[in-house]
């Protein structure tokens, strides 16, 4: 039999059925590949809720997310009250100009020592660092005390000299003022011209087309002849100000303020003298104007001596005096003053930097300091030599200091010193002469110890008897454990560890005792307490003592039970 034809007929059609699948196979092929290179990745749908096992774990390794870097801002506080969220910047550095404040905030001061949110204060430069949200704010993780006085002076950074008009020369009697664009005097003046006189009220207006309304700032220089004396400077400016005469300081007023009065004095032999103010406004309205006046003759101090124990009538001497220093022993300071029953009142205008002084008098017999007629020190009563003490809190600038001294008989002498408290052995003491802590304080010294009887005094140096406050503060190390406190107060008293209340009772009371008690961890604490007198007898007594180490509540063990509890039926 035949089957070529049979065997031929199958093998033809293998081969049409093999080409058509290959053809097939190709077209998905490239249909696939096709959607693969150019159609979007679908947007997953999500699956019904149903009662399922535990999700499979995805696979493959995730992509990492971008960390976002931290940003670092130094700027002085324009504005913060203790809880707020925000702190208002005058930037040095940047264009960032709110900080937001979480309540895990890491504050602490330049030393590295612990702060409270609550010790930033408008005037402190500090340096924050966290990252920008989407509205421009930087979010803290950390904050850093840097400087609670007022803000550094911008070092200007090196730019290359444009090819642009010659500035002018500093002029003699008139001002080379030179103007920018921001309020740190940095970069290239926008602005050089000659002004006749430092004496501006632009109002909410720019000084000139070249620069803006707001954050501007000014440099002005010229030669001016003095004739021997002494002279008081003063500025009025909305905001800041800062005046030297040949390099010396004689005004220190560099911040954000309301229209405010400067002053400060200084002695000049005859002469022309480079005198520089420079002066910056940050926001609404601008002034500057600047004057001087002769304010004495006397290049040290103004000494006047009277011939009787009062200070009455003329003196019948007045003369320079370079020092208070004097000891005369059993005679007299000249010779139309007595040596007994003799008085002598001597003045000066003396630049102080802002801080707390101590003053010193030694005399025989008996003195008065005043500071800005404020009495800082009363011995008039002395009848022989005797050493007094006197502190005051003073800001920057000229301050009138004036002395009075009596001699009845015998020995007659004076000294007056002083220096700055730049360091706290003990308690850092605020004293203030008000009830409610308010205000610059009267005078800050150093007190070993919380502990005072008053009586129906008050501490001196010119708080009051009555209606005056006190804070104190230290950073004590201390070890582990639980601490008592305690206060035995007529009237108020308040005290505060790391910012947290351990003691509140700030109300009239007639020396009653207080307590409290708190766990601490081993390290450095700030402790705060505070005291306000109302009327009557004045007295305050703080007391801290470790009591215990703090004890750890022993875990319960699981285990086999003795039994089944009572009640409960046995399974």
């Known amino acids: 039999m035949n089957r070529d034809p049979l065997w031929k007929s199958v093998g033809i059609i293998a081969v049409v059925a093999g080409a ?12 696939v590949a096709r959607d693969r290179v150019t159609a979007p990745t679908p947007t997953p749908t999500a699956r019904p809720a149903t009662v399922t096992p535990a999700p499979e774990a995805p696979t493959g390794t995730p992509e990492a997310t971008a960390e976002v870097p931290a940003v670092t801002v130094r700027g002085v506080v324009e504005d913060y009250a203790p809880g707020a969220l925000i702190i208002v910047l005058q930037p040095l550095d940047s264009d960032i100009q709110q900080v937001i404040v979480p309540d895990n905030i890491q504050v602490r001061w330049k030393d590295g020592s612990l702060a409270a949110a609550n010790e930033i204060e408008p005037q402190q ?19 850093t005390i840097v400087d609670p006085a ?8 090196p730019t290359a000299t444009p090819e642009e008009t010659p500035t002018p020369e500093v002029p003699v009697s008139g001002w080379l003022g030179e103007y920018y664009a921001n309020v740190t005097l940095t970069g290239q003046p926008a602005l050089a011209r000659l002004d006749e006189a430092i004496d501006f009220d632009w109002g909410t207006e720019a000084p000139d087309a070249a620069l803006p309304a707001d954050r501007f700032s000014v440099r002005w220089r010229g030669l001016w002849p003095f004739d021997a004396g002494r002279y008081q400077f003063t500025a009025l ?25 400067s002053t400060g004095e200084l002695y000049l032999e005859a002469g022309t003298y480079l005198v520089e103010v420079e002066y910056f406004d940050n926001r609404e309205g601008a002034q500057a104007q600047l004057s001087w006046q002769a304010a004495g003759s006397f290049a040290n101090w103004k000494g006047e001596y009277f011939a009787n124990p009062e200070l009455q009538g003329e003196p019948v001497l007045v003369r320079n005096d370079e020092k208070l220093e004097l000891d005369w022993g059993a005679g007299s300071p000249g010779p139309q003053v007595p040596s007994d029953s003799f008085s002598a009142r001597w003045t000066q205008s003396v630049a102080f930097s802002e801080g707390a002084y101590r003053f010193h008098v030694y005399a025989d017999d008996g003195v008065r300091l005043w500071l800005d007629d404020r009495l800082i020190i009363d011995g008039w009563q002395s009848a022989g030599a005797e050493s ?14 004036r ?8 020995n007659a002498s004076i000294q007056l010193w002083w220096e700055q408290i730049t360091a706290f052995a003990g308690w850092r003491g605020e004293y ?8 610059q304080p009267y005078f800050v010294r150093d007190d070993a110890q919380i502990s005072a009887d008053w009586g129906a005094g008050g501490p001196g140096s010119g708080v009051p008897g009555d209606a005056f406050s006190v804070r104190w503060t230290a950073r004590l190390a201390l070890e582990q454990g639980r601490y008592s406190f305690s206060t035995v107060a007529d009237d108020g008293a308040r005290v505060y560890v790391d910012g947290r209340v351990v003691i509140d009772a700030w109300m009239g009371a007639v020396a009653q005792r207080r307590e409290g008690s708190i766990d601490l961890d081993a390290g450095e604490h700030r402790i705060v307490v505070e005291y306000y007198e109302a009327a009557g007898q004045a007295s305050i007594q703080f007391d801290m003592a470790l009591v215990a ?23």
């Open 403 to 410: 002395v009075e001294f009596v001699e009845h008989a015998g």
């Open 388 to 401: 007094l003490v006197g502190y005051a809190a003073l800001s920057s600038g000229n301050h009138a200091v």
């Open 237 to 261: 400016t909305d905001d800041g100000v800062r005046v030297w005469v040949n390099g010396q300081r004689v005004i220190d007023n560099w911040r954000e303020q309301a229209l405010a009065q």
């Open 20 to 31: 058509v699948l290959a053809a097939v196979a190709l077209a998905v092929w490239i249909a």
């Open 432 to 439: 203030y002469g008000n009830p409610d802590l308010a205000d």
């Open 125 to 143: 430069t500090i340096e924050a660092q966290g990252q920008v949200d989407a509205l421009g704010r930087l979010i803290a993780h950390t904050i």
């Open 549 to 571: 180490e703090p004890t750890v509540e022993p875990v319960p063990t699981k285990g086999k039970p003795d039994g089944p509890p009572k009640g409960t039926p046995a399974p």
């Open 150 to 157: 007022s803000p550094p002076t911008a070092t200007p950074a």
